[in-house]
Structures are given as structure tokens and as C-alpha cells.
């Protein structure tokens, strides 16, 4: 995978792509990340990428032109253009795992008031928001597009398996994690996780991601793959446990 970034503030991504997941898959070749200065496109003397909106109102405008140079500049056949915004459509597993199959991610990152709508109307595949709420800048939220999408790539997790168990990777949030002490501050490991006995294992851990999953994000259970045994121990759940008061 090819992932272009555009950015006002292109320094901002150095620290990030150089821990962890991020900087691992970057060594092994398996994503390529090239972040781009969006005023390297413009062509005036203060290297303007910004003004005032017309209509009046606070704030600026991200200005067209350096951004469509830009993106005119990178894009390719196989590219997808997603510009991060809070009018986007909201940025979820399963849109992650639609974009780890794209060859190339063209991400813009707005700033100011965001960006001139021609720039939406005209040169963005599509919008993408990474929840209900409006932080400065596109580029931290570039950040978690690729923090999520990076890890599904092949190759980039030791175990294809932990993506599965990971929360929503099947549907349903994970089960709870222990590791030693198996007794710490008088809270003991649940017994079964030391027992060895591995089906008991599974089927514990099955059970709490559902449980976890009734209690915490029960419209999750709406569209999870469930099985008979799944919704049995679900109908056993129901009148057993009290759900926390739905915000209305
Ligand atoms: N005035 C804009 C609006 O109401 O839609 C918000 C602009 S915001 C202060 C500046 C930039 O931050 C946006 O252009 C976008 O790139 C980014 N941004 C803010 N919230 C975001 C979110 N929830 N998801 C993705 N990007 C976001």
C-alpha cells in the first residue's frame, strides 16, 4: 500500500510514523508513507494556502488551487482520495478494512474553517470522519485512518488471529486480557484462564466479548456474526443483567 498524505503542518507526522506498528510496517516495505507539504504547491512569495471566506465569517478557507495541484500531482489510476472531515462518512472497522485493500490512499488534511467545497466537489473520491466531534486539524485524524488500517495489511501482525479476537474484528468487543501475576493485590486471573484446558478457554472468552458486548455496545449485536449458542447464551443474559440507561 502507497499512502500520500497532504499537510499544511508535515512535521506533525514525524514522531507518530516512527513507533511501533507504523514504523515496523514502514521497514518492512509492506505500506509506503510519503507525507507532502501542501505549500510546496503554492506559487506566491508567503506561500498562501489559506483566505477569507466569502460571505464573511470567522475563520479561513482552505484555498483550491494548491490543493488541487497537489492532488492532481500525486493521484494515480488506482488512488482514493479521502479528505478528513466531520461531514464525512464515519470511519468504522469495516471502512478500515474496506481501505486495506486500496493500492493507494491520498489523505487530506483540512485545517482552518476546512477546505473550499470545490476541492470536495471535485477532486475527493470521498469524505471521512473519525467520529462526531471537530478537532483542529485532519491530520491526527490521518493518523488514526492509518493506525487502523496499517495493522490489517498482511503481514504487519505477528498472529492473523489477533486481528480477529481484536474488538469489532469479529463483531463484538474482545473479551477481558490477563497477564502475570496470576494473583495481584487480591484480584485473581479468572481460574479458567490458567486451567490449560483450551475449549473451556474459547468458550469463556466467547462468552464475555458477549457479554462485554450486551452490556457496553448492545447495537453492536445487531449486525455481529452470531451463532445458535451465541444467541442462546444471550437470551440467558437478558433479565440477568441490567443494561445501562440508553441516552435518548
Ligand atoms: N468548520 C468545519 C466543519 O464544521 O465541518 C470544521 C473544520 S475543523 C476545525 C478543521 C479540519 O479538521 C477539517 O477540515 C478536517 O480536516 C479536520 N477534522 C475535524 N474534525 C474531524 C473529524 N471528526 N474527522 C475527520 N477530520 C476532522
Known amino acids: 500500500m502507497r499512502v500520500d498524505i497532504i499537510s499544511i503542518f508535515p512535521d506533525m507526522f514525524t514522531s507518530p510514523l516512527s513507533y511501533g506498528l507504523l514504523k515496523r510496517a514502514r521497514e518492512a516495505g509492506v505500506v509506503n508513507i510519503s507525507v507532502h507539504d501542501l505549500r510546496a504547491f503554492t506559487h506566491d512569495k508567503h506561500r498562501t494556502v489559506d483566505d477569507y471566506p466569502f460571505g464573511g465569517g470567522p475563520g479561513m478557507v482552505m484555498k483550491p488551487e494548491p490543493v488541487f495541484e497537489a492532488v492532481e500531482a500525486l493521484r494515480r489510476p488506482e488512488s482514493h482520495v479521502v479528505l478528513l472531515s466531520p461531514q464525512g462518512r464515519l470511519f468504522t472497522q469495516a471502512v478500515a478494512q474496506e481501505m486495506a485493500s486500496i493500492e493507494n490512499l ?4 483540512g485545517r482552518y474553517e476546512g477546505v473550499d467545497e470545490r476541492v470536495a466537489l471535485q477532486v ?3 469524505e471521512l470522519s473519525i467520529g462526531d466531534y471537530v478537532i483542529s486539524g485532519g491530520e491526527v485524524a490521518a493518523l488514526v ?3 487502523a488500517v496499517v495493522r490489517l495489511l498482511p503481514g504487519v ?3 492473523p488471529l489477533s486481528l480477529e479476537e481484536d474488538s469489532l474484528g469479529w463483531g463484538l468487543l474482545e473479551y477481558p486480557q490477563y497477564t502475570r501475576p496470576a494473583e ?4 485473581d486471573v479468572p481460574q479458567v484462564l490458567l486451567s490449560g484446558d483450551h475449549a473451556q478457554v474459547r468458550l469463556w472468552r466467547r462468552e464475555q466479548a458477549l457479554e ?3 452490556k457496553r455496545r448492545p447495537d453492536l449485536l445487531e449486525s455481529a456474526p452470531l451463532t445458535a449458542d451465541d444467541r442462546q447464551f444471550l437470551k440467558k443474559l437478558e433479565g440477568a443483567v441490567t443494561l445501562p440507561a440508553r441516552e435518548e
Open 145 to 147: 485512518l492509518m493506525e
Open 106 to 109: 491520498i489523505l487530506l488534511c
Open 124 to 126: 475527493v473520491d470521498e
Open 157 to 159: 501482525l505477528g498472529s
Open 212 to 214: 462485554r458486548t450486551y
Open 184 to 187: 495481584f493485590r487480591g484480584l
